[in-house]
């Protein structure tokens, strides 16, 4: 298999002409007045966590490309996140937030080069409900870019997709697809309630925002879970974050008590919303869930994910998490996106399995669950 191949357009794979064996390489499949051409775009770590080891890419199936150890991979299996510096490409970060200032219409109050404009709410007049592009209250989500070849090359770096393959298993990713359908085009999943993902595959949700709080009272903390199906997410900062900055916050050891509380492994039981019967739509949770979640928020210290421009979280899709409250002084800015399996319709709708990790790669299977506090430290589970 060629790991360089990770993107489609419209079904077909894009097949690169050459590539280098010794770089992670983007393959980014563009189309200009003269036809279709290829652009092979080199993704480097920037500022390799320490416990992040290099790359060394192959074209066979037998590579030694690693990017995850087996103590970082048993963190993730046991706590169901993973913190992982400078995972994504710099130019790609300073690009997003181009897009996203540019896309910003110029009679908006909120202004990049002064900081003062950009403590929220926003302002009455400068709301937009469009689901593609919404600037609400304090969130800023811009999904309308969701689907771009350097936005998808965000998450779908080399790297990143090298470690879908370690959890989730060799040649089973679902790649996303360039210039498809963005999240937001359908509108609300249901009247008053969030949009769906991209339609078209799993793949990128766009830029998410959120405005410092400014003096807004403390706010507590809500932790939730996502209704559509997938195996895990990506929240990838483009901006610096510091601490209580709005970061994706997450409570540690939840997943694994709250999947056997789902009827269904991935999925999540959707209501119809009914005019005449209102006392329920959309999502539909099982009491066993409910009541669990809230001994997590009550027993579980969260985990803020702050961090440098290039930063990525990943967790697992049944953990419990939020994004943070904002009380910085900047606005924060990350990308998100989702991972999963090619056979996601096969499997997305059985119970919740007697082993949690069935679907998953055998690697993380065979995981022991054994890492150093070194580890546990500098993924901020402990002090």
Known sequence: ???????KRKGRLSVPPKASRDQGLAIVREVGKSGVRYADKTLAVNRPHRYMKEIHMSTNDDTNATLLTPEQIAFFKDNGYLLLSGAMD????????DRLWAALPPDVAVRRDSPQTHVGPFAEADTNTDHRHWRKGFRWNLRDISTDPEMQALIYS???CTV???????????????????????????????????????????IYCTLPFGDLPKEPDKPH???HPFHFGVVGLIHDVPPNGGGFKVWPKSHRRLYPTFWMQYDMARVPSYDHLPSLRGI????????????IGDDTQPVDCWG?????VLWHHRLAHMAGHNYSSVIRQAVLGDFAKTDLDTTRMDPPQADMWRDWSEGLK??????????????????
């Open 1 to 7: 298999m060629d790991r360089r191949l990770w993107v």
């Open 90 to 97: 710099p130019d790609l970060c300073a690009k997003a937030r």
């Open 158 to 160: 080399t790297s990143l």
């Open 164 to 206: 879908a393959e370690q959890l989730l298993g060799q040649g089973t990713v679902q790649r996303p697809i360039i210039e498809g359908i963005p999240m937001g085009s359908r509108d609300f999943a249901w009247p008053d309630d969030p949009v769906d993902p991209t339609i078209d595959a799993p793949g990128v949700r766009g």
């Open 225 to 227: 879970n996502d209704a």
């Open 284 to 295: 539909a949770n099982s009491a066993a869930y409910d009541a669990e979640l809230e001994r």
């Open 308 to 312: 440098a421009a290039g930063d990525v």
């Open 366 to 383: 065979a995981s022991a669950g054994s890492y150093s506090s070194d580890l546990a430290r500098a993924q901020r589970l402990i002090p």
